[in-house]
């Protein structure tokens, strides 16, 4: 009989305007990966904070190892074993990743040997498969790169108990395939991982038992070998939902090309050549799908292509208009729409009003401004309707963005991008993070942009989403289009070694 | 008699800027650590008061008085910047204004000035002013000898803090804590850092080297008790900061800079050289203003590496 290593009971915690967590139960065993499933804003994030500390509970107790424990600060909670990867990277951007992954440790020397450190975060990143410089300084890594890091931080802290607030969002299924055997192998040693994620088949593939949260409250736990995909999705929603391959009732027009990438190179933030010569087409109405594991320079595409970052050579245009290098605000006067990478800080105004951000981007027009000044009532019209239509879970539209739970967020996002009624949309991994009801309005969302004639470059990690959605599938790595095939009866296992760079025309033959 | 103005100049920099680098280097201390103070005049000027007092009671030998009357200082400018790190750190209010209602509150017409006239201190001489030293015998060295070996004791100091401030921000474990205090405190807490601590610990430690800068001013400078004699210093050491891009070695070069031209009036007047004094001693204001008008748009502020979390109250549930 294993002992259960965490119990939570009755875990009560209030927001102004939320109860995110209205009495949740959660019993963790010694070596178990237990998963952690539910809605954006079921308030997986939140029970999460209260078990490292970081919040505390308005009501409910915690127990580890039998003992019931009061955490004060996450330096408790770490000192009791027990460490998280946030869903919210928490590592400071200047630091190197040595220096990231030291933070906090006490004892040591006075003194910071970087080399003996950069030794042991090597040590570590080789033994987990988690693969990152260790002098990097983390501004200039992807956000699938920075997941490595907040995953090496808690590992080298020696957690007992190990949560992982959507650790695969960012990785690939072969990056988190790895993951996977990380996390086994450690719950084999005993210790315990709590997994959140809302990818039902990773679920149903790593855990032991799995528990669901709605609405605040739990659900019921299950053994994961007495489920199934299907019932862990209507367990979540409350009603089944499925995912095929997207029927279009308008497809792509090839004949007209509306987005031109022409032998674009370009450096990322350490001066280094990260895209070589690119060469790609969109055109009217299509889905192109660029896959790719993180840091092959998707980030530097999106960003070259919406403007965000000059390049060193090529030629990008809309239609017949060029896009002028750098220039972001000429991507959008030529209709390029932009939903990046990392949302809360290239994408929104984290700490302005959901209303606020819904306007950023037409605040020239007519409509919410006149004589340059901004049409308040407009705005808040404009923002209710956007909220109600994609189904945004806020207390009112002049909440904080930062507030929202890491789904809203994105709908935020996506609402803004889509109503400025692009040419182009260029979207990096658009449904990382949401749930299966959310990835589902998004999916729709995308499909009806491309009905309506959108050319739409999805930039994703996830293979399936694109396998999917695409029209076209473009497969990245170190910088160049190794592959480029259409996405009707594409071979996911070719797919697959291309992305880890096999090389291209000997798997064709 | 050429080469000789500009030893006189360099010489007289250093100890002008004396005071202004142990203000600002209080000041990177502080701001690496998240909080904003603009109540460095203010803390300034308590501590030069409270060195005064203490020169004028404390008796025994010279060097007793001396230190005792700068470790006074350095409590008194502790103790006011703990007021102002209850207000910002605890209650969390706006660090602008705390800033500067501790310099309005502790400053010329305020605070200092009433312990001058309670204390009775206000014009009068300190029995042991801090004097220059004849380091080794070798003050009157040519040229090397003014600048290097004929110093107070309290600018030895500030090279040797100069230097132990640099090791301890970017080569030990507590220094880079704090700077990820500075940098993001969400991290820090996540990680088991005392956001709280940290911030208390460093406003403090600013303000004691902001006292000990005022009691260059009413020990050394002058040496005598004059209400309101930093005369803006405190916000000159607010600029340095920034000028030094947070760096305790680039703010010492910059307190020098300073100093020469705090300096630049009575050095060249002394000599005979004729040139408007107001002009002269409106140099360092001008150049203040411009530094902080250059460096203050967010854009230079972020490249110039000021701690992303500067001015920002940290609160744990707050996303
Ligand atoms: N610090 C906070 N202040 C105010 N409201 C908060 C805070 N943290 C969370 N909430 C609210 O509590 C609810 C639960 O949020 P939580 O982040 O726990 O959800 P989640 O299950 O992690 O969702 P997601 O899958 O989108 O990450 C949401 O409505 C959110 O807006
Ligand atoms: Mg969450």
Known sequence: MSQSAVRMTGIVKRFPGVVANDGVDLEIRAGEVHALLGENGAGKSTLSNILTGLYRPDEGTVEVDGEQRVFSSPRDALEAGIGMVHQHFRLVATFTVAENVVLGESGGSLFMNQDEVATRVRELSDRYGLAVDPSARIWQLSVGEQQRVEILKVLYRGAKVLILDEPTAVLTPIEARSLFATLRAMADEGRSVIFISHKLGEVMSVSDRVTVLRGGRTVGTVNTSETSTRGLASMMVGRSVEFERVVRDNPADTSVTVLRVDEISANDDRGRASLHDISLTVGKGEIVGVAGVAGNGQRELAEVISGMRASTSGRISVGDELVKSGKARSAIARGIAHVPEDRLHTGLAASHSVEDNLALKNYRTSTISKFRLLKRRAIREQATALVERYDVKTPNTTTPVRLLSGGNVQKVLLAREFSALPKVLIAASPTRGLDVGAIEAVRERLVAAANEGVGVLLISEDLDEIMSLADRILVMYEGRILDDVPAEGADRERIGLTMGGSNVQEVAK | ?319
């Open chain 2, 1 to 319: 008699m050429n080469s000789n103005i500009f030893v006189i100049i360099i010489s007289s920099a250093i100890f002008y800027g004396t005071p202004l680098f142990y203000a600002a280097l209080g000041g990177i201390l502080t701001e690496r650590s998240g909080v904003l103070n603009l109540g460095v005049e203010g803390t300034m000027l308590i501590g030069g008061v409270s060195g005064a007092w203490a020169c004028l009671h404390i008796g025994g030998s010279a060097w007793f008085t001396v230190t005792m009357s700068i470790l006074v200082g350095a409590l008194a400018g502790g103790l006011v910047s703990t007021l102002l790190a209850f207000l910002c750190i605890t209650l969390k209010t706006n660090q602008t204004v705390a800033g500067l209602a501790i310099t309005i509150f502790a400053g010329a017409v305020g605070l200092s000035s009433y312990f001058a006239n309670i204390w009775k201190v206000a014009k009068t001489p300190v029995p042991r002013p801090i004097r220059t030293m004849d380091v080794f015998g070798l003050a009157d060295t040519p040229v090397l000898g003014p600048i290097l070996f004929r110093q107070t004791s309290l600018t030895y100091v500030s090279w040797l803090l100069a230097i132990v401030a640099t090791v301890y921000l970017f080569r030990t474990r507590v220094g880079l804590q704090l700077r990820a205090v500075g940098e993001s405190p969400q991290t820090a807490d996540a990680m088991g850092i005392s956001v709280i601590r940290y911030r208390y610990i460093h406003t403090i430690l600013g303000g004691a080297l902001a006292g000990i800068g005022g009691v260059f001013y009413s020990l050394a400078i002058v040496p005598t008790w004059v209400d309101g004699m930093t005369k803006g210093a405190g916000w000159i050491a607010i600029a340095l900061v920034i000028f030094g891009f947070w760096r305790p070695s680039l703010t010492l070069l910059g307190a020098y800079l300073f100093g020469a031209l705090q300096s630049l009036s009575s050095t060249l007047k002394a000599r005979g050289v004729d040139i408007s004094g107001d002009i002269l001693d409106a140099l360092p204001f001008i150049m203040t203003i411009v530094v902080l008008v250059l460096v203050s748009s967010r854009f230079a502020h972020r490249r110039l590496g000021a701690p992303a979390a500067l001015g920002v109250p940290y609160e744990r549930e707050e996303r």
